[in-house]
C-alpha cells in the first residue's frame, strides 16, 4: 500500500514533520473526498470540484482532473493548476469552471485551504430558491450566520472576473448558495470543506422535506448561536470528516495510489 500520514490523534489536528508530509496528507484527503463525493451522488457528469491550496507554494492548487469520475480519482490523478488555469503538473487537463471560481476563492480567502463545488440534487433543488437555509435543525446550526447566497446566475462560470463575484458574495462565510447553480463551501482543511459541503447538502435536503411536509419550527437566534458554537467551528468541521475517511480509505484503498 502506498505512503500513508499517520493518522491523527483522535482529538487533536494533524501535525507535520515536512511540507512534503503535508501535501501528501491534503492529497490523500482531497482523493477520499472525491470517492465519498462520488458515494454520496454528488456527481453530475463531469461538473464539481474540489482544490486543496499547496502547502508550499499557496499560489498554486491540487484539483480533479477534468472529465475523471470521481469514483475513480487516486492521489496519482491529482493535477497541480495554478491561478492563471495552467496546469503545473499532472497529464489531465482542468475544468475551466473549477479554475474560474477556485482561483478567485484561494486568492480572497487566504484562510481557505480548501474549497468544494459540485451540482448535488438537494443543493441544485434548494438552490433555486435563492434563500438562505433556515435554522430548523442542530445541523443547519452549523451554518448560523456564516452562509450567503449568490442571487445571480449568467450560464457556467468560465470567468475568473465571475468567480470574483461569487467570492465577494462568500465573504467571510464557510458556504454559498449559488443561485440556479449549487453549494459552495470553504475550510481551513480538506476535511473541513468537505463535511461543510456534505452537512450543507443534508441540511438543503431536510429542509426541502419538511417544507413539503409542513410548516418546520424555527430554532430561536439563541438557540442557533449556541449550537453554532458547537458544531459550526473549524475544528467540528475537522472532526466529523475523520470517522467518514476511515470509512473510504477501509472500503477503496486504491484511492492512496
Known amino acids: 500500500m502506498p505512503a500513508t500520514v499517520p493518522h491523527p490523534t483522535p482529538h487533536k489536528l494533524p501535525e507535520f514533520a515536512s511540507v512534503e508530509e503535508e501535501r501528501l496528507h491534503r492529497k490523500q484527503r ?12 454528488f456527481n453530475e457528469g463531469v461538473a464539481g470540484h474540489v482544490t486543496a ?13 477534468f472529465g475523471l469520475s470521481f469514483d475513480l480519482v487516486r492521489v496519482s490523478d491529482l493535477i497541480l493548476v495554478d491561478h492563471n488555469g495552467a496546469v503545473v503538473e ?32 438537494a443543493g441544485r433543488a434548494w438552490s433555486t430558491l435563492a434563500r438562505p437555509l433556515d435554522m430548523i435543525t442542530q445541523d443547519a446550526c452549523a451554518f448560523y450566520d456564516d452562509h450567503a447566497v449568490f442571487d ?11 468567480g470574483k463575484r461569487i467570492a465577494h458574495a462568500l465573504g ?12 459552495l463551501t470553504v475550510g481551513g482543511s480538506v476535511d473541513e470543506a468537505a463535511w461543510w459541503y456534505i452537512s450543507m447538502e443534508r441540511s438543503c435536503e431536510v429542509q426541502l422535506m ?28 475537522w472532526f466529523s470528516f475523520q470517522p467518514l475517511y476511515d470509512k473510504i480509505l477501509r ?7
Open 152 to 162: 445571480d446566475y449568467t450560464g457556467v462560470v468560465l470567468d475568473v472576473e465571475e
Open 53 to 65: 491550496r499547496d502547502p508550499e507554494h499557496p499560489e498554486l492548487f491540487w484539483v480533479n482532473p
Open 210 to 237: 419538511a417544507e413539503a411536509a409542513g410548516t418546520p419550527i424555527l430554532i430561536d437566534e439563541e438557540g442557533a448561536q449556541q449550537a453554532h458554537s458547537q458544531v459550526g467551528s473549524s475544528f467540528a468541521g
Open 90 to 121: 499532472g497529464d489531465w487537463p482542468v475544468n475551466q469552471a473549477a479554475f474560474a471560481i477556485h482561483s478567485q476563492i484561494h486568492q480572497a480567502r487566504p484562510d481557505a485551504v480548501a474549497a468544494a463545488h459540485t451540482h448535488s440534487k
Open 251 to 257: 472500503d477503496q484503498p486504491d484511492l492512496l495510489d
Open 172 to 183: 467571510d462565510n464557510k458556504a454559498a448558495i449559488l443561485r440556479n447553480h449549487g453549494l
Open 30 to 41: 482531497l482523493a477520499a473526498t472525491f470517492r465519498l463525493f462520488g458515494r454520496f451522488g
